[in-house]
């Protein structure tokens, strides 16, 4: 497929391994300070400036598939295909998954908020100011935003089968400038992933035959013609049965010999 031999799609992946890790870094920031004094109020307003307000903004430009946050890869290096991609990302579904994953960052960050005291003697902001917490979290809270769209787009991107993509129009430069969200230095170049093909693998099984092969080949004609043999010598004895016997008077005997008179008897 197509899609799949892009490399940066699969590191996008890796993703899933880093958010849990990002999350528990969140619970340490605000476990560094007490509660203030509308904890609720805190959240809603942190979790607006640091979620709601880039959200808005990645709904309507999504992230560039081709770019890491701090690296990217140039427009100028990018191929008909790789630009094909990027106008798939032009979907309802991603934009859906945006706004869900919203939601799912504002009951996480209510959750983690509430039981970071639990974890008080491993902060390391121990003692800190709670305005402190609240802005390193709000940081924290965007990086997951822009992972947790990527992730949605490379999977989205990498189920797409070939027809999708070539039936799909190119971005152009301008396009992909004003159409998409891409951070980052211009110095990412990765080479295509290869991968083996249908045909190639079907072939191996026609390659020549080696010698242990070929001497079974050889074995089982041999026994194929013993086996035929045996065949030809059975097939005639069942006519051997059907032959009648000669009857035991047919056979000529030799006439018995006269025995000649003793002397004296005549």
């Given at each position: 497929m197509i899609t799949r031999r892009e490399p940066l799609l699969w590191l996008q992946l890796m993703a899933l391994a880093v958010i849990p890790l990002e999350l528990e870094l969140l619970r340490l920031i605000l476990?560094?300070?007490t509660f203030g004094p509308s904890p609720a109020l805190e959240r809603l307003l942190v979790w607006s400036l640091s979620v709601v307000a880039p959200?808005?903004?990645?709904?309507?430009?999504p992230v560039d598939?081709?770019?890491l946050?701090?690296?990217?890869?140039?427009?100028?290096?990018?191929?008909?295909?790789?630009r094909r991609l990027s106008a798939l990302q032009?979907?309802?579904?991603?934009?859906?998954?945006?706004?869900f994953g919203m939601v799912l960052l504002l009951m996480a960050f209510w959750?983690?908020?509430?039981?970071?005291?639990?974890?008080?003697?491993?902060?390391?902001?121990?003692?800190g100011s709670r305005l402190t917490g609240l802005l390193l979290s709000g940081l924290v809270l965007s990086l997951l935003l822009w992972q947790w769209?990527?992730?949605?787009?490379?999977?989205?991107l990498l189920t797409r089968p070939d027809e999708s993509v070539l039936a799909t129009t190119p971005l152009s430069d301008d396009q992909m400038r004003s159409h998409r969200t891409s951070f980052g230095f211009g110095v990412l170049i990765l080479p295509?992933?290869?991968?083996?093909?249908?045909?190639?693998?079907s072939g191996l099984g026609s390659g020549p035959i080696e010698p242990e092969q070929a001497s079974e080949q050889n074995d089982g004609s041999d026994l194929d013609q013993q086996v035929a043999g045996d065949d030809g010598v059975a097939g005639t004895e069942p006519e051997r049965h059907h032959e009648e016997p000669e009857p035991a008077g047919t056979e000529q005997s030799d006439p018995e010999e006269t025995p000649e008179p003793p002397p004296g008897s005549a």
């Open positions: 476990s560094g300070s959200g808005y903004w990645l709904v309507q430009r598939w081709g770019s946050l701090l690296v990217r890869q140039p427009l100028s290096t990018r191929q008909v295909d790789q032009d979907s309802i579904a991603l934009r859906s998954a945006t706004v959750w983690i908020d509430r039981s970071a005291l639990l974890v008080i003697e491993l902060s390391p902001l121990k003692d769209q990527q992730l949605c787009s490379a999977v989205w295509t992933l290869t991968w083996p093909s249908p045909n190639a693998s």
